[in-house]
């Protein structure tokens, strides 16, 4: 399978504690983005690259949350000092330079993690 | 900013067809993605319109009126395995990569 892959894919963690997502996305895809989506909503942006480069970020991603993507390949978002409110679950999805539609970037998306903070 | 407005919900019979919309106030727009997600799963990529009218893939077709902020989703000869939330999103203007999804319209086909 040559899809978006996130591990781990569920995440239980006690307030206060960090904890670290891992995104893999499809090997000839240069972009990549970091969503979070609680139920019932759509994804909100949090965050994207352009190979190794954080080119956007969004107002919701606090001071508490970091993401690399160091060589361009995969990318990792930490979240430090966990709130229940971060209790989500958090999708990374990829893109190529340009794509099918026009030259959008359609966007592929991995499982996602679902974090739960008790 | 962006705001999205799309209905919560819909209900349509196996075999049917139904139009789901979509409108959106932008301070800019390059254009509007449609994706599918079941209950449990990772969005899916059905379309992209940047130019008013229809497209047509398959049993699906998306609409755009760019000057309305307007879209929407057509599915025809729905099927059980259509039932799943339909997002629709705004790209931004200006190369901007941030795409504002709306919460999503979750469709149940009943039989």
């Known amino acids: 399978d040559t899809g978006v892959s996130q591990d781990p894919r569920h995440k239980i963690t006690k307030r206060g504690q960090n904890v670290t997502f891992r995104c893999d996305p499809i090997s000839e895809h240069n972009r990549l983005y970091w969503y979070r989506q609680t139920l019932g909503q759509g994804p909100e942006f949090l965050t994207y690259?352009?190979?190794?480069?954080?080119?956007?970020k969004s107002r919701l991603l606090s001071d508490r949350f970091s993401a690399e993507r160091p060589k361009g390949s995969f990318s990792t978002l930490e979240i430090q000092r966990t709130e229940q409110g971060d209790s989500a679950m958090y999708l990374c999805a990829s893109s190529p330079a340009r794509g099918t539609s026009g030259g959008a970037s359609e966007q592929y998306f991995g499982p996602g993690t679902r974090l739960t903070v008790t | 900013g962006q705001n999205i407005d799309q209905p919560t919900e819909m209900t349509a019979t196996e075999g049917a067809i139904v139009q789901i919309n979509c409108t959106y106030q932008?301070?800019?727009?390059?254009?509007l993605f449609w994706y599918q997600q079941h209950a449990g799963e990772a969005p899916t990529f059905l379309s992209y319109n940047v130019l008013d009218g229809l497209e047509e893939k398959g049993r699906f077709s998306s609409f755009l009126s760019r000057s309305k902020g307007y879209s929407y989703l057509l599915l025809k000869e729905l099927q059980m395995k259509d039932s799943a939330s339909y997002l629709c999103?705004?790209?931004?203007?200006?190369?901007?990569?941030?795409?504002?999804f709306g919460i999503g319209t979750k469709l149940q086909v009943i039989p």
């Open positions: 999103a705004v790209r931004p203007s200006g190369g901007y990569q941030k795409v504002t």
């Open positions: 932008t301070s800019g727009f390059n254009g």
């Open positions: 690259f352009q190979n190794e480069a954080q080119l956007e």
